[in-house]
């Protein structure tokens, strides 16, 4: 089990802006794509965006022109830069790396924004 740690969490107002990081603490082969996922409360886990390992990306299309997700060249970290914090954004956020075998789960960051 290869952990995924997830930072950059918090309370913000409606309007600010954060910086999520996703960190693989060891080695994952043959990775297919990141991504990142949110769960609001009482709500299912939804898609916020992902990168394949080429580089293309996608976005849900509540988040497209505020979100933006990147990793490093290394391919072990990914980010998701959050402008344009919304109320309806609040929930947990959690990244995931996918295998061809198997996919990877964090443990989840917090973010709440207040109106």
């Known amino acids: 089990q290869v952990p995924l740690v997830e930072s950059g969490g918090g309370l913000v107002q409606a309007g600010g802006s954060l910086r999520l990081s996703c960190v693989a603490s060891?080695?994952?082969?043959?990775?297919?794509?990141m991504a990142w996922y949110r769960q609001a409360p009482g709500k299912q886990r939804e898609l916020v965006a992902d990168?394949?390992?080429?580089?293309?990306?996608n976005y849900a299309d509540s988040v497209k022109g505020r979100f933006t997700i990147s990793r490093n060249n290394a391919k072990t970290t990914i980010y998701l830069q959050m402008n344009s914090l919304k109320p309806e954004d609040t929930g947990v956020y959690y990244c995931?790396?996918?295998?061809?075998?198997?996919?990877?789960w964090g443990q989840g960051t917090q973010v709440t924004v207040s109106s």
């Open positions: 995931k790396y996918s295998t061809p075998i198997r996919a990877y």
């Open positions: 060891g080695s994952i082969l043959s990775i297919n794509s």
């Open positions: 990168i394949t390992i080429g580089g293309s990306t």
